[in-house]
C-alpha cells in the first residue's frame, strides 16, 4: 500500500473513472501499480516506452486461499538504505546475469508460480518465492558497485527457515525478501504458532518490548525442549528483532461505506494518532 | 599455502621427482595445485574426469609486479563456516547462473585479467578482481539453500573501498573475498599508508590489541581531519576487526639453503612457538 496508489485510487472513485487504472498508478510507483488490485497480483514488464502498457493484473482474489498467513520480521538495521530504483537502475547498467535472469529464466518461473498459487501449492510456491528471493539478491550483489539490502539478521532468518524446513522434510515456511533488510515469511495457518515458537526462541523480545507481535491474534507456546536442542541454532540476544506482524493477503484498497471504518473524523482530522517506527 | 601443498612439495624434492608436480597437489585441494607456483598463477579446470589436467599455470612471477602489496583483514565471525568444497558442489548442482557465469562470462573474464597483469594495469586487475568476488558471492546466495560466507563487516569494508576509490576518481584499492568472512585487499606500495590511515579511522583496533598490524612494516599518519569528515562513513566499535596482515606476492615454496632460515632445528623440533589464532 503506497502513497500514488492511495491518491490514484482515491482519486478514479471520486470522479468515477472506469477501468483499468493501474497503469496510471504505475507512473507514481512500481508499487503502486500492483497495490490497487487485491490478491496475488502479476506486474507485467511492458514493452511500449511510455510504459502504458506495464501494468498489474490479479491472478487469484485473496478468498482463494484463505489459509495462507504472512509473517513480516522487521530487523533492526544499522546500515544506510539504497534506493530500490536507483539500485535496479545501476544493476540493468552493470550486472551481465541480470539479462540472463530476465531473458531466460524469469519467464519459465512466474508461469511455474503463477501455477502454484493457482492449485494452492504450498511447498512449491514456496521454494521458487526462496529461490526467486535468493536471486533477486544475488542480482544486487552482481551490480557494480554492489547493492545490500540483506543484513546478517535477514540470513540469519533465512538460515532458520531452511531448518524449520529441513526438520521434518517439509518445506512448511518461505522467505522473501524486497529491497531492504526486513523479512517477509508466507506460511499455513496451520503452521503459525509453531514457527512464531520457533522464532520467539531464536530471536526473543526485548525485555520492555509492549507489542512484539502485532496484527492478527495468535496463541504461541514456548518452543518444546527436545526441538529447541534439536534446532542447533543458539538464540540471540532479546531484541535482534524489533518486532512482528502477523497478517494475511487482502483484497486491496475498498471504499468504506461504515462510517466507524473511516480512518479520519467527518471533519477530516485522523482518528487515531500512533507512535512513528522508523521502519 | 596448505598442508597438500607442502607435502606434495616436499616428497618431490626429497626423491627427485621433475616436471610439473600441481597436478599431483590437486589431488589433495585445489588451493593446493595453485600454491605449487609463486606470483600470478591460472589454475585450469580441465576436462579430464581424472582431474589429471586440471593444473596451476604461471603468468607471471612475483617479481613482474614489485609494487603490489596485498592488505588481509581479519573479520570477527559468528556464524559457521560452509566448507567451500561442500558449498561449491550445492551450487553446481542448483545454481542456474552458475552454468551462465562458467560458459559466457568467465572466458573473457580470465583472459581480461592475465592482460591486466601482465601489463601491470592497476585500475583493470583491481575491477575485474572487485566484481569477480561480487559474481562468486553472488553464485553462493543463488545457490538453494544459499552459501554465504561474507557478513555485515565484509560488506562494510566493501563499502569502505567503494568510497576510497570514488573520493579521488581512481581505483586505487581492490577487494576480494574467498569461502569466509575476511577481506583481501590489492593495492599499490605507494598507497598502503594513505588506505590504512582510512581503515584504522573506520575499524579502529581494541584497545588492548598489541599486534593489530601484522607483516611488512609501514608508517600510519592518523587520517586528516577533512579527508575523516567527507568519508561519509561513521568509525565502528574498537576491534571489529581482528588484525590486519600487510604482505606481498610470494615466490611459492623454496628450498632454503640458509639453516638460520629453517623453521625447524636439526632435531626436528619448531624453533618458534606462536600463540594460536582462530582464524
Known amino acids: 500500500m503506497t502513497t500514488p496508489m492511495f491518491t490514484v485510487y482515491t482519486l478514479a472513485k471520486l470522479y468515477g473513472v472506469k477501468g483499468d487504472i493501474s497503469s496510471i498508478a504505475r507512473q507514481g510507483s512500481g508499487s503502486a501499480c500492483r497495490s490497487v ?19 498489474a493484473q490479479q491472478i487469484v482474489p485473496a478468498s482463494h486461499w484463505p489459509q495462507l498467513r504472512i509473517l513480516i520480521l522487521v530487523v533492526n538495521d544499522r546500515q544506510k538504505k539504497i534506493s530500490s530504483t536507483l539500485g535496479m537502475q545501476q544493476s540493468v547498467k552493470t550486472s551481465e546475469l541480470l539479462k540472463y535472469r530476465v531473458s531466460h529464466i ?64 517439509r518445506t512448511k515456511v518461505a522467505y522473501t525478501f524486497d529491497a531492504g533488510s526486513n ?28 507489542e512484539y507481535l502485532r496484527g492478527l491474534p495468535v496463541n504461541i507456546d514456548p518452543l518444546d525442549k527436545k526441538v529447541a536442542e534439536s534446532l542447533a541454532m543458539k538464540p540471540y540476544e532479546p531484541g535482534s528483532l524489533k518486532f512482528i506482524i502477523h ?6 484498497p475498498q471504499v468504506v461505506q461504515d462510517l466507524d471504518q473511516h480512518l ?16
Chains 1, 2 share one sequence.
Open 106 to 169: 524469469l519467464p519459465h518461473r512466474v508461469d511455474s508460480i503463477i501455477k502454484a498459487i493457482k492449485e494452492r501449492n504450498f511447498e512449491m510456491f514456496a521454494e521458487l518465492t526462496m529461490k526467486d528471493s535468493n536471486q533477486f539478491h544475488a542480482m544486487c550483489l552482481d551490480t557494480y558497485p554492489p547493492a545490500l539490502y540483506m543484513n546478517d539478521m535477514s540470513h540469519s532468518i533465512v538460515h532458520l527457515v531452511h531448518l524449520l524446513n529441513s526438520e521434518k522434510g
Open 183 to 210: 523479512a517477509c515469511l508466507y506460511l499455513l495457518e496451520s503452521d503459525v504458532s509453531a514457527v512464531l515458537s520457533a522464532i520467539n526462541h531464536v530471536f526473543p523480545p526485548a525485555n520492555d518490548s509492549v
Open 37 to 55: 488490485l487485491g490478491g496475488f497480483v502479476r506486474w507485467h514488464k511492458g514493452c511500449d516506452p511510455t510504459g502504458l502498457d506495464s501494468v
Open 264 to 279: 479520519l473524523t467527518p471533519a477530516g482530522d485522523p482518528k487515531f494518532l500512533t507512535p512513528r517506527h522508523d521502519n
Open 247 to 252: 497478517t494475511q493477503l487482502g483484497e486491496g
